[in-house]
């Protein structure tokens, strides 16, 4: 018992050691000079570090970069979808259709609402909703859809969003991965009726390691929004003040305040929280927005290079966006045509000092929501890619031009050995867990 312990003790820090030749990164954006001497600017500028103007620069910025009328930074990715799926006024009964394939954090809220969630299954040649099977989930009690662009990899708008109009349904679009994205001329954030984004560590462009954006064109959900993150209530005020209330008095800066101190309250939806982003993230952000092409054209060219590899073997598919689409690559990710080709290029790729991730876990399978009675078997195509046919390879813009010359080589020469020898041994590691 204390041998074995010790045995896995050793593996354990055996494999904390491991340094890969082409790691999955550290981080997913860029930072340099601009990025540090926005911070100095703002450390040395006389102005408050919360609630100041670097934050509506920001804000405006990347709105009118993602098309959109109105953008509502706040503190992270997650918070971002929290605010966004209140606006979608969700009452018990209602249904929400969502997609499996995506980070928990997209579907995590809905398990606070006393709603019916219906999983869709998705395409198996992008891992997005797959609009002829989102029409099957589609009843009179549908309040909206969520779904991710996953990976970068535009989701099929003009379907999903005919059949959102069709049947009178909202769709969020959760944009973590698709900021650089082009879906037939228009951008991810402005397809649907509200969109997230994260500017995790992760993520193609950071705001300092956390944050995030709400982007949607109602005036009303804006100011619901802004309202919700600046720790305000998000209620319905009458128009006029009741004869018995004292009119409050009205300071410039009271933007909202005085109207709730009155009885003038029909309903309160939310009570608000404090998700304001700071300054020295806004600052950097803004600065961010400008790499954002290059960053994307980067992570474009390493994809490239990869896709012309998976492309030279039968037995493999390279995820593809739409026609007239641009991938944002925040993931690349290739499929095999069967598990033990998919397991045996994931070990050989280790082997070769190449760090690979498989994203994300059907998230019907997670315990919260079998927990709610989802079942395996409930989405036979997210459940086939994750389990037996997807991978995702680095590509990262920070990777040295030898590295990725090294992920090619190691991709090409992995894939020529699975070809040649079919037979070869298959180890059990803890990077693929494949129970079902
Ligand atoms: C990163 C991510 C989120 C959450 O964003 P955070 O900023 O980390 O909270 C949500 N959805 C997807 C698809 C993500 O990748």
Known sequence: MAADQHATDELGELMMDRSYVVPWGTRGAVLADAEAAALVDLVHDDVPL???????????????LVGSKHAISVT???VALELAIQM???EPGDEVIATPQTYQATVQPLLDYDVRVRFCDIDPATLNIDPSALE??????TRALLLVHYGGCPAEMDAIMALARRHDFLVLEDCAHALGADYRGRTPGALADIATFSFQNAKNITTLGEGGMITCSRGDWAERLDRLRSNETDAEIAPTYPSDVVEPIVLPWMKYSASVYTDAVRRVRHAGTNATLSEAAAAVGLTQLGRLGAVSEARRAIAGRLDEVVNRYPFMS????PPHSAHAYHLYTCFADRQELRDQLVLALDRRGVEIQLRYFPQHLLPEWRHRGHAYGECPVAERMWFEQH????????LKQSQVA???DALDESLAE??????????VSSTVTCEK
């Not at 099957?136 to 009690?141: G, S, V």
């Not at 991978?391 to 920070?398: G, S, V």
């Open 76 to 78: 992270s990715g997650t």
């Open 406 to 408: 090294y992920l090619v």
């Open 136 to 141: 099957a989930l589609i009843t009179p009690r």
């Open 50 to 64: 919360s609630l100041g103007n670097r934050r509506d620069c920001f804000e405006r910025a990347f709105a009118a």
């Open 391 to 398: 991978l995702n390879l680095p590509c990262n813009p920070r």
């Open 318 to 321: 390279p995820q593809s966006a």
């Open 88 to 90: 979608l006024d969700l």
């Open 418 to 427: 699975l070809n040649g020898s079919p037979s070869l041994p298959l180890r």
